[in-house]
Every structure is written in structure tokens, then in C-alpha cells.
């Protein structure tokens, strides 16, 4: 199967709920030359990166694509890697790698007629649980009033994006003590930070402590912080990177970003790395298009149950019709499908698209 063509797609999607006034996503149509289609997408949401992602996927990945063959993907995804080194193993370039490779896998499944999930080695469960992903609001009452809309929605744990000690307690309070909950603190703190108000954090009883120092690698040195397990490595670019850090004490978990990492080929290799050194794994999923589908299927082929963490959107944004991904709710189908599972309805791409 030959490349023949490689499609950036941008979208707004208005919102009128969350901390946001819309999300802004990039998506990847990749075409053989015997028509079979595919689709991936790069980590966006907010409308800065938009325009770069689009340019690195026409200018950058798909000039080193085009005229291969979907059967060498991960080859090709290593070979990008390398040619690009020199602009950072992480970023931009990755971000946008990440998409053109995702829609080359549902290539493949599709022409295979095998789920991406029967690709990675089998699903290991036909459902995910739910954990509902909140906006940073800064406001221990939108804070709060936003829990409850999840807790009437049955989500099976609640993460906040939060960095004021005083919002997350608020927080904690509704969530109640028998429900997992995690606070992303998106590194706003100092690791001395951390340790000065270490009795508070304790208290949290927190499933796990997410990005919480700036820099993150102050937490290699670390001894363990008692109490508290920290979750890290969205932001990381390859399989080693993440290796690194599951040798650090402090941290329990690493949570790989599909797009961030550069697609399903290095996702699977993270997995294999990871899988003899006993660490949690829990993939970071800001995603409601096909980035999500392939996440999920790695979540269902995982030995370990994690959550699937659905953020902030509505139900019209939804690309699939009603895939679960812009609604909390206690769980989510895992796709059975060739490939992802589904392609996105292409009136809502036209409904929705940006000429950039």
C-alpha cells in the first residue's frame, strides 16, 4: 500500500461550557493509492499550535512519507525521528509525526481487517472506565459545581487541573474519599514547594499527584515522597525518555501521550520499555477525535485497567456521532473495528473545518 496523499485537517469547535470558548483540533487524512483512507491527529485543543501543526504535517512529515509504503510505518516513523533530531526528539515535529503514523496503523488495520487493539496483541477488555478530565478554573466553586455535574454522570474518577492547595481540598471534599481523584498541577510548583506543604498533599489521599514541579527533573534526584505517588511524561518524546524517569523514585506512574510521543509505533515501543520495570502506566488522553480511538485501544490491550480521561467538551463535538468522548460517563466501548474503529463523519469535518 503506497502513501499518495497527506491531508492536514484543522477544526474549531465552539464550546460554551468549561474554562475554554472552543477547542481547536488537527487532524490527518492519509490516502493510499488504492483509495483506503486513514486518520490520526496531533495534540491542539487551543488554537496557538494550530497553524504550525498544520505546516509541519504538509512541510515537514509528508515529504518524508509520500511514495512509501504503509507497510514500513515503523521504519519510516524511526527514519522521521532521526531526520528531524536536530530540531528536539520532542515538540512540534513529533506532535505532527504522531498523526501522519496514527492514520498509517488504521491503514494497516483496515486493510487487514483487524482492530488496532488486535494489532498491539489482543484486548484484554471491551470497556475503559471514565476518569472526568475538568478545565483549570482557578475557582474552588466552578470547580466544585463542575464535580457534581460528573458525579451525577457516574464517572468512575475525577482529575482537576488545579494548583491552589485550597481549590484541590475543595475539591477533594465533593469528590468524596472513596473515588479516585488526581490533581494535575501542570508543574506550578517548586519540588520545595511540594515538600513544605507535604502533610497537605498527604491528606489529599490523591490516586496520584500529575506534573507536579517545575523543573520535573528536580524528581530524578528525589528521594520517594512519602504518601504520594507523582504521574508524569506527557510532555516526553520517545520510549527512553519515559525510561528514565521509571527509575526515579519519586515517580509511580508515567503516562505517555500518543501525540506528543510521536504516534502509535513509539507508543508501542514505550509500552514494551516499560512493561519489565514494574512502573504504572496511565495514558494521557486530551483527545475526542482519532487520537482517542487509538488510545483506547492501547488501554484495552493493557494488562493493568487505567482510565480513559474525557475532558471538558459537548456532545455536538463529537466526530464519530456518539463515541462517548465528549461526555462523561462510567465507561467507554472499546472500538472492534478494522483500524480505529471509526472514521469522522465528513460533514462534520466540512461543518467545522478552517481554511488555514
Same mark, same amino acid.
Given at each position: 500500500?503506497?502513501?499518495?496523499?497527506i491531508?492536514?485537517?484543522?477544526?474549531r469547535?465552539?464550546?460554551?461550557t =468549561? %474554562?475554554?470558548?472552543?477547542l481547536?483540533?488537527?487532524?490527518c487524512?492519509?490516502? !493510499?493509492?488504492?483509495?483506503?483512507v486513514?486518520?490520526g491527529?496531533?495534540?491542539?485543543?487551543r488554537?496557538?499550535?494550530?497553524?504550525?501543526?498544520?505546516? @509541519?504535517?504538509r512541510?515537514?512529515?509528508?515529504?518524508?512519507?509520500?511514495?512509501k509504503s504503509v507497510?514500513q510505518?515503523e521504519?519510516l516513523? =524511526?527514519?522521521?525521528?532521526?531526520?528531524?533530531?536536530?530540531?528536539?526528539r520532542a515538540?512540534?515535529n513529533l506532535n505532527?509525526?504522531?498523526? !501522519?503514523d496514527?492514520a498509517?496503523w488504521?491503514?494497516?488495520?483496515k /486493510?487487514?481487517?483487524r482492530?488496532?487493539?488486535a494489532?498491539?496483541? %489482543?484486548a484484554q477488555?471491551?470497556r475503559?472506565? !471514565?476518569?472526568?478530565?475538568?478545565?483549570?478554573?482557578? &475557582?474552588?466553586?466552578?470547580?466544585?459545581?463542575?464535580?457534581?455535574?460528573?458525579?451525577d454522570a457516574? +464517572?468512575?474518577?475525577?482529575?482537576v487541573?488545579?494548583f491552589?492547595?485550597? +481549590?484541590i481540598?475543595?475539591?477533594?471534599k !465533593? +469528590? %468524596?474519599?472513596q473515588?479516585p481523584?488526581?490533581?494535575d498541577?501542570?508543574?506550578?510548583?517548586t519540588?520545595?514547594d511540594?515538600q513544605?506543604s507535604?502533610?497537605?498533599?498527604q491528606?489529599?489521599d490523591?490516586?496520584w499527584?500529575e506534573?507536579?514541579?517545575?523543573?520535573?527533573e528536580?524528581?530524578?534526584?528525589s528521594?520517594?515522597?512519602?504518601r504520594?505517588?507523582?504521574?508524569?511524561?506527557?510532555?516526553? %518524546?520517545s520510549?527512553?525518555?519515559?525510561?528514565?524517569?521509571?527509575?526515579?523514585p519519586? +515517580?509511580?506512574?508515567?503516562q505517555?501521550?500518543?501525540?506528543?510521543? =510521536?504516534?502509535v509505533?513509539?507508543?508501542?515501543r514505550a509500552? /514494551?520499555l516499560?512493561k519489565?520495570?514494574?512502573?504504572?502506566?496511565?495514558?494521557h488522553?486530551?483527545?475526542i =477525535?482519532p487520537?482517542?480511538?487509538?488510545?483506547l485501544?492501547?488501554?484495552?490491550?493493557?494488562?493493568?485497567?487505567?482510565?480513559? @480521561?474525557v475532558i471538558?467538551a459537548?456532545?455536538?463535538m463529537?466526530m464519530y456521532?456518539d463515541?462517548?468522548f465528549?461526555?462523561?460517563?462510567? &465507561?467507554?466501548?472499546v472500538p472492534?473495528g478494522p483500524?480505529?474503529?471509526?472514521?469522522?463523519?465528513?460533514?462534520y469535518?466540512?461543518?467545522y473545518g478552517?481554511?488555514?
Amino acid at each position: 500500500m503506497i502513501i499518495d496523499r497527506i491531508d492536514p485537517i484543522a477544526l474549531r469547535l465552539a464550546k460554551s461550557t =468549561g %474554562g475554554a470558548d472552543a477547542l481547536y483540533l488537527v487532524l490527518c487524512k492519509v490516502t !493510499v493509492r488504492s483509495g483506503l483512507v486513514g486518520y490520526g491527529e496531533c495534540l491542539c485543543l487551543r488554537p496557538a499550535l494550530q497553524r504550525s501543526l498544520v505546516a @509541519a504535517i504538509r512541510d515537514a512529515i509528508a515529504p518524508l512519507f509520500l511514495g512509501k509504503s504503509v507497510e514500513q510505518r515503523e521504519r519510516l516513523n =524511526g527514519e522521521a525521528r532521526l531526520r528531524l533530531a536536530s530540531f528536539g526528539r520532542a515538540g512540534t515535529n513529533l506532535n505532527a509525526l504522531a498523526a !501522519v503514523d496514527m492514520a498509517l496503523w488504521d491503514i494497516a488495520g483496515k /486493510a487487514a481487517g483487524r482492530s488496532l487493539s488486535a494489532l498491539l496483541g %489482543g484486548a484484554q477488555r471491551a470497556r475503559v472506565p !471514565v476518569m472526568a478530565s475538568l478545565d483549570r478554573y482557578n &475557582d474552588a466553586n466552578k470547580v466544585t459545581a463542575r464535580i457534581e455535574q460528573a458525579l451525577d454522570a457516574q +464517572v468512575a474518577a475525577v482529575k482537576v487541573h488545579e494548583f491552589d492547595l485550597d +481549590v484541590i481540598e475543595a475539591a477533594r471534599k !465533593v +469528590v %468524596g474519599r472513596q473515588m479516585p481523584f488526581v490533581a494535575d498541577c501542570n508543574n506550578a510548583h517548586t519540588l520545595a514547594d511540594v515538600q513544605g506543604s507535604l502533610a497537605r498533599w498527604q491528606a489529599l489521599d490523591l490516586r496520584w499527584l500529575e506534573d507536579p514541579v517545575w523543573p520535573p527533573e528536580a524528581l530524578l534526584e528525589s528521594p520517594r515522597l512519602s504518601r504520594i505517588v507523582v504521574g508524569l511524561g506527557a510532555d516526553l %518524546g520517545s520510549a527512553e525518555q519515559l525510561g528514565i524517569y521509571a527509575k526515579a523514585p519519586a +515517580v509511580g506512574v508515567l503516562q505517555p501521550d500518543i501525540c506528543m510521543i =510521536g504516534g502509535v509505533s513509539e507508543t508501542r515501543r514505550a509500552m /514494551a520499555l516499560l512493561k519489565p520495570l514494574g512502573i504504572s502506566i496511565a495514558p494521557h488522553t486530551p483527545f475526542i =477525535g482519532p487520537a482517542a480511538l487509538a488510545t483506547l485501544h492501547f488501554l484495552a490491550a493493557m494488562k493493568e485497567v487505567a482510565y480513559f @480521561a474525557v475532558i471538558e467538551a459537548e456532545p455536538h463535538m463529537d466526530m464519530y456521532g456518539d463515541s462517548g468522548f465528549t461526555r462523561w460517563q462510567p &465507561d467507554l466501548d472499546v472500538p472492534t473495528g478494522p483500524g480505529l474503529g471509526f472514521d469522522p463523519d465528513p460533514a462534520y469535518l466540512k461543518r467545522y473545518g478552517l481554511d488555514l
